[in-house]
């Protein structure tokens, strides 16, 4: 069994295929951005509802514009394979986003958990470094934090919530630590979702009746052969990580001075690097489908060996706890078989065994009814 894995550069090829597939994209890419857009100007809106934003933030990225960024995604590969797709198909497209085989190909929740994890530790090192060297730079600083604790202390709210609005020290280091704390949060938010977009071709190759199949043939290969993956898609992406940043930041300072004397500015002048971001975000959206591409075609065969090894292992422990009858046994071992010699035959197009893990689910389920 050939066990190598093709030595593709990634990164190399991606940039080769982007000009191309950019124009190709460019009307759907244009129909993203203004769902983008729209999503951007709700969100501006409901800035002014103060804290709980960030939640409705994710509620509408999971609803909106995931699932448009999946239909780029598919789109965008079907426009390199030769389809003229049009608007309703790109609509079409983003629906099926919902269906069981895709949903969930983000794995929303796990990401936003490690992103605010990341946001939490971002505000707490920006705090650290911050107070640390304000001497240098604003010896105010930690005089005005002795004060303010001391009003608080007192139980003195009204005088405590005053002397914080009309301090320049605090406001400062408030602005600043809200726009450590969301980038934190954004930027590898953003990168998390990219590099589970792998996840969508993998889910329409492998046609399994379980998309946590699909999840745990994922973990499973990063834990082994494929633990090149992540080094991969790095090194192919960094780039767009740092234009984004140069864009939020460049936006957060814009919205800083457009919008400086109003009560929200923490918020707002990070909304408007968010916008600003938006722009490069659209456009390199084609340059990610082809490095998922490339990924895939890569690493495609650890992702089968991977998916093989759960399906083998989940066989054999049905076998030893008898919660198998002999016929269903037979189907799966023969299922088994056959995707085994297609991956030694180096064929990963065509493997079935995951009518087997129907068989053996169904199974499953019979035993509970009765």
């Not at 600043?176 to 996840?199: K, Q, V, W």
Request: aromatic share 16%.
């Amino acid at each position: 069994m050939n066990n190598k894995i093709p030595d593709i550069d990634i990164a190399k090829d991606a940039r080769k295929g982007y000009g191309s597939l950019l124009k190709k994209s460019a009307p759907f890419l244009g129909l993203f951005f203004m769902i983008m857009l729209l999503v951007w100007l709700i969100d501006f809106v409901l800035s002014y509802v103060g804290s709980g934003t960030i939640f409705l933030t994710v509620l509408i990225i999971g609803s909106i514009v995931l699932p448009f960024y999946f239909s780029v995604l598919v789109c965008s590969f079907l426009e390199e394979e030769g389809r003229t797709i049009g608007a309703k198909d790109y609509f079409r497209t983003a629906g099926l986003y919902f269906s069981p085989s895709f949903f969930g190909s983000f794995r929303i929740l796990r990401n936003v958990l490690i992103s605010l994890a990341v946001s939490l530790g971002a505000y707490f090192l920006f705090s650290v470094f911050y107070v640390t060297f304000s001497r240098f730079f604003d010896p105010n600083l930690t005089k005005e934090v002795d004060e303010l604790y001391t009003l608080l202390a007192s139980g003195d709210a009204a005088a405590a919530n005053n002397f914080l609005l009309n301090s320049v020290s605090l406001s400062t280091f408030s602005k600043l630590g809200a726009f450590a704390m969301d980038a934190g949060f954004i930027l590898p938010l953003i990168y998390l979702f990219g590099r589970t977009s792998f996840l969508v071709f993998m889910r329409d190759a492998m046609l399994t009746p379980d998309s946590r199949i699909v999840n745990s043939a994922y973990k499973e290969a990063l834990r082994g052969k494929g633990r090149g993956y992540n080094k991969d898609f790095f090194k192919a992406t960094w780039w767009v990580y740092a234009l984004l940043l140069v864009f939020y930041v460049g936006g957060a300072v814009t919205g800083y001075f457009l919008l400086k004397d109003n009560p929200y500015i923490g918020i707002l002048m990070n909304l408007v690097g968010v916008g600003f971001m938006m722009i490069p975000l659209a456009v390199t959206i084609p340059y990610y489908r082809l490095v998922m591409t490339l990924l895939f075609k890569k690493y495609k065969r650890v992702f089968v060996e991977a998916s093989l090894d759960l399906a083998r292992r989940a066989f054999e422990e049905l076998k030893y706890a008898n919660q198998i009858g002999e016929e269903d046994a037979k189907k799966y071992e023969e299922a088994l078989k056959q995707a085994e010699e297609s991956l030694m035959r180096d064929n990963t197009d065509d493997l079935n065994v995951y009518d087997a893990e129907a068989t053996v689910k169904d199974h499953e389920e019979d035993n509970k009814e009765e």
